[in-house]
């Protein structure tokens, strides 16, 4: 197994994400292969396990807390996460904490993540009203948290100023990292940002939810080019081997057979070759269906609605290439005014465009899309009620 220097730690740099764990066909959780799984990684150097309030409909946390039982609680570092992105009426950090120390079945985290900063949550962060940030400042201090961070769906601009106001405070970041997102929603910036400031990485979604792991057949023969027998998940996990400031990778490995699988991969650091690194990386322009802008904002100028253009066709290409949730996020933030649908289709921006963008067009389709998803909002109320409900079986 890879490890990664954290401070006095060694950290596997592979880590158990419960996100995504596997289902009987009941759709229950199959809590004992969960538990071969936890099994097997910690018997096989994994020492980092992952969870957070909402996964596994807020059963997760519940559950890795009785399948970790059985383990000395110094053989593995336990991260959890504090669920400020998620929409509510009011916000407890004191009662959410305490429940999941219970739920865990600990008496300290070793790692702890303000959940999802972003362009909406870093108003409940920062709110006073709420005293998040400062009550788990406090618990770190207390010892009932060893190491405060967080994780980040936000652009650049946001990941920028939460890091001026609160990164003395902040010890790691979690971000969406791999080699299609790394251009495509701007993790070399965001990776750039964060060494920059001496903040170790901490990656999620390093195989892109699976898109990255079940590749077409034109992009797997240029893959076994290089390795025959290699599967395209290694490929996407060997990328970020090369990455000196990545302390974490997360794989929310949902059988037992991916679990194996990944921890050979990170048996030991094998790098990406220059030409495999060409290659991934032409596979990830492949996989793009992005309109061409340079973001030179000629098209700002003249619009008279004040869009900022050259973001909203940035995340119109994202959404095209699968990010729609973090999208639809991301616009709760943007006053009507300023949203894709406020385009009136005068075409000013398409005439003085470089690239000849028909720019009314896609932000007429960026509005249709986004018209498909469901809202952050309806997200938010429905795993409000999942957590009602898991509430109940607690206290049942």
Excluded at 79 to 92: L, R, V
Excluded at 267 to 286: C, F, K, N, R
Excluded at 287 to 309: E, F, N, Q
Aim: with cysteine.
């Amino acid at each position: 197994m890879i490890y990664r220097d954290f401070k006095d730690l060694k950290l596997s740099m592979l880590g158990f994400g419960t996100m995504r764990l596997p289902l009987k066909e009941d759709q229950s959780i199959d809590e004992d292969l969960v538990a071969e799984m936890t099994d097997y990684a910690l018997s096989h150097g994994v020492n980092y396990i992952d969870t957070a309030w909402p996964y596994m409909n807020n059963r997760s946390e519940a559950l890795m807390g009785r399948v970790l039982q059985k383990y000395p609680r110094d053989s593995y570092y336990l991260a959890t996460k504090y669920p400020g992105h998620m929409i509510a009426d009011t916000y407890n950090p004191a009662d959410i904490f305490e429940r999941q120390l219970k739920k865990l079945q600990t008496d300290y985290f070793d790692f702890y993540l303000l959940h999802n900063v972003y362009e909406n949550s870093i108003q409940v962060y920062k709110d006073p009203r709420w005293g998040i940030i400062d009550y788990f400042i406090e618990q770190k201090k207390q010892g009932q948290i060893r190491h405060l961070g967080f994780s980040c769906h936000g652009d650049i601009p946001l990941l920028k100023q939460f890091l001026d106001e609160y990164g003395d405070e902040m010890e790691f970041c979690q971000i969406q990292m791999n080699y299609l997102d790394w251009t495509l929603q701007k993790a070399d910036e965001k990776y750039a940002i964060l060494k920059e400031r001496g903040i170790p990485v901490w990656v999620m979604e390093p195989l892109r939810g699976g898109k990255l792991a079940t590749l077409d057949d034109a992009s797997m023969d240029i893959l076994h080019g290089f390795r025959p027998e290699a599967d395209a998940a290694s490929f996407g996990f060997r990328w970020l081997h090369q990455f000196d400031n990545v302390t974490m990778v997360l794989s929310g490995m949902s059988d037992m057979t991916q679990m194996q699988a990944n921890i050979a991969t990170f048996d030991h650091l094998d790098p990406l070759s220059a030409e495999e690194d060409a290659a991934v990386m032409a596979i990830a322009e492949g996989m793009k269906d992005s309109v061409p802008c340079t973001a030179c904002r000629y098209c700002c100028d003249g619009c008279p609605m004040g869009l900022d253009i050259p973001d909203l066709l940035h995340k119109y290409n994202q959404l095209k290439g699968g990010s729609g949730s973090t999208i639809a996020m991301q616009l709760d933030a943007f006053p009507e005014d300023k949203l894709p649908s406020a385009c009136i289709g005068c075409g000013a921006c398409a005439a003085v465009c470089p690239q000849r963008i028909d720019i009314p067009g896609a932000l007429a389709d960026f509005t249709e899309q986004l018209n498909k998803l469901p809202r952050w909002a309806d997200i938010c109320k429905a795993r409000a009620e999942a957590e009602k409900k898991a509430r109940a079986e607690e206290n049942a």
